[in-house]
């Protein structure tokens, strides 16, 4: 049919539909206004800085302890959050049980929750007199004012992301493929690493990636449970906002360039692993 | 067990999971849940209500609480009303045409979710604050964004910018131009299309995206505290209130205000719980459609 059109659509412009014009036009003045000129600001603002006084800002050894928590906190809790995300997406999809449509839409909680109270509720909880802080407490367990907290606050932000990247791909697998590779004398764990995992890996890699991304910008749920002691457990927005504090605004530009920057790259891979997945599933059906 | 199963069931059972694997994962997924998500909410209301249901009305009494709370409706009602103009017209324009740059623009509407909020709240401040680029031109006028509700209200946008325009842009170029162009053929007006064809196709995913993009925006907390100034009874929003209650350790009263935003949550689950089995519903509904009208989405997918 698209081969029938395509010839004369080459020639005369292919918009049909009105609108075209002003509506591309607006998005265009929008984001430029609302996100593309604020954040060229944070470029041109550090523009200012010379090149000591920027390296000095960023590699101050509190930001980098900083960074060092940012990331590691944000790696675990995606793997965390990879394996339990593709257990509870398995569960979802593949099985039946009680409040299973409850499970399925509190999964969003973490997206629906203001992180504010995420935090104070996590803290609550996980406080030396909180519900489950009192029984942890006696056996030397601390998981609230230290690095667990942050950990924790990470994971329960970044939940819906893995299971709802990999819940669509889960429901279209070919239940015809696994069935083929039980004919041919798989087990079922043979079946699950050989030919369900991989048609589930772009999607489960794409999830970790996108709940990554967010760990690392997270500010609101952590800065509560964290206990916010420098060098040891304070978050790299946190310092942005210390140093805004301050009336350290060049120190702030410094590191959040660097956030910026840390963010574009997450945002290019993701983009990487979305079109990987698109490739996969594309030649697969 | 017995071994005597007919064929079709035998099939199920061999790409099937035996039964204690089945259970125990169930278990532990719904351990998780439990863990992770019950209790936290649980936690909220709980702990709102600790000393009664007095105490908990007490939170609400308080001017400043008052205030916190219209200034959260105020914000919302001006940047989702923004956004909401912002997607649907991105939508129109990616969705519907083709062009260079696209897939640039595309991943630059998608930006504002990647960007930590305390630097989306940052660039506001080096736009329009005192050390900003306007902030002399702003003084000399006395005008004020930075630490008053303009600045906030920015910063909600910033952070809320993608998501209508993200649940409508998938949405509306599975479901293709065709039926757009019928209209027009029909010699629809522009606004017509969009009012009569359009609208009424996307309306389920554009209610999706509206319900996120109010969610996120009452409940934005790290953009908003970096613009605020946290002034009580005139900048401080919903989230911000809380968070002051709670570092002054009335516990109560912090956890009460955090119920309001925690029901928030649960209005905004349920919605979209009902929005999408609706629009399963719909998709079965076409499915079966006799072939005379082939079910416009069924042939897309």
């Known amino acids: 049919m698209s081969s029938l059109i395509l010839p004369t659509l080459r020639h005369q412009p292919a918009r049909v539909l009105p609108g075209f014009e002003i509506t591309l036009g607006f998005t265009i003045a929008y984001l430029s206004l609302i996100v593309l000129i604020p954040l060229s600001a944070l470029v041109f603002k550090t523009l200012n800085l010379t090149w000591e006084q920027f390296w000095q800002a960023v590699t101050a050894p509190r930001v980098v302890a900083s960074y060092k928590l940012t990331i590691g906190a944000s790696f675990i809790a995606a793997l965390v959050n990879a394996f339990f995300g593709l257990l509870l997406a398995w569960v979802l999809v593949r099985y039946q049980f009680f409040g299973k449509k409850i499970v399925d839409a509190l999964v969003d909680l973490p997206f629906a929750l203001p992180t504010a109270v995420a935090g104070i509720s996590l803290t609550a909880l996980l406080a030396g007199n909180g519900w489950v802080g009192q029984y942890l407490e006696p056996l030397g367990i601390q998981l609230a004012f230290n690095r667990n907290g942050v950990l924790i606050a990470l994971i329960f932000i970044g939940l819906p992301f893995v299971v709802r990247t990999v819940q669509p791909i889960l429901e279209d697998v070919e239940k015809e493929l696994e069935e083929a590779a039980t004919c041919l004398g798989a087990t079922r764990w043979q079946t699950f690493s050989r030919v369900i995992f991989p048609a589930l890996a772009p999607a489960l890699l794409t999830g970790f990636a996108m709940a990554f991304a967010r760990a690392i910008g997270e500010y609101g749920s952590v800065i509560f449970i964290a206990g916010n002691m420098p060098m040891v457990s304070e978050i790299t927005p946190l310092i942005i906002i210390s140093k805004l504090e301050q009336y350290d605004y060049a120190g702030a530009t410094a590191v959040a360039l660097v956030m910026l920057c840390a963010a574009f790259v997450m945002l290019l891979l993701i983009n990487g692993l979305q079109a990987w997945q698109r490739a996969r599933s594309g030649a697969s059906s | ?301």
């Open chain 2, 1 to 301: 067990m017995s071994v005597q199963h007919t064929t079709p069931t035998h099939a199920i059972k061999s790409t099937g999971e035996p039964v204690w694997l089945r259970r125990t994962l169930i278990v532990i997924a719904l351990l998780f849940v439990f863990l992770f998500l019950i209790l936290p909410l649980a936690a909220v209301f709980t702990e709102a209500l600790r000393k009664g249901f007095d105490a908990f009305l007490e939170a609400f009494k308080e001017p400043d609480a008052w205030s916190a709370i219209k200034l959260t409706l105020l914000i919302t009602a001006i940047a989702v009303p923004l956004n909401l103009v912002f997607g649907v017209s991105a939508a129109w324009a990616i969705a519907k045409f083709e062009f260079r740059g696209k897939a640039v623009l595309t991943t630059l509407v998608d930006l504002p979710f990647s960007v930590s909020p305390v630097v989306a709240g940052l660039i506001y401040v080096l736009v329009f604050g005192a050390q900003g680029w306007f902030g002399p031109w702003l003084q000399a006028n006395d005008i004020k964004i930075i630490f008053a509700v303009p600045g906030i209200v920015l910063a909600t946008v910033f952070v809320t910018f993608p998501f209508i325009a993200r649940e409508l842009i998938p949405l509306m170029q599975a479901q293709g131009n065709e039926e757009e162009q019928a209209a027009m053929v029909l010699g629809a007006s522009g606004w017509q299309i969009f009012w009569r064809v359009t609208l009424p196709n996307i309306k389920w995913g554009l209610l999706y995206g509206v319900i996120l993009c109010n969610a996120r925006a009452m409940g934005e907390f790290g953009a908003v505290s970096v613009v605020s100034g946290h002034i009580r009874g005139q900048t401080n929003t919903m989230p911000l209130h809380v968070e002051i209650l709670y570092n002054e350790y009335q516990s109560v009263a912090a956890f009460a205000v955090a119920s309001l935003l925690a029901l928030l949550a649960l209005v905004t689950l349920v919605i979209k719980s009902v929005i999408e089995w609706k629009q399963q519903r719909l998709m079965a509904e076409l499915a079966a459609l006799s072939p005379e009208r082939p079910p416009v989405r069924a042939a897309t997918a």
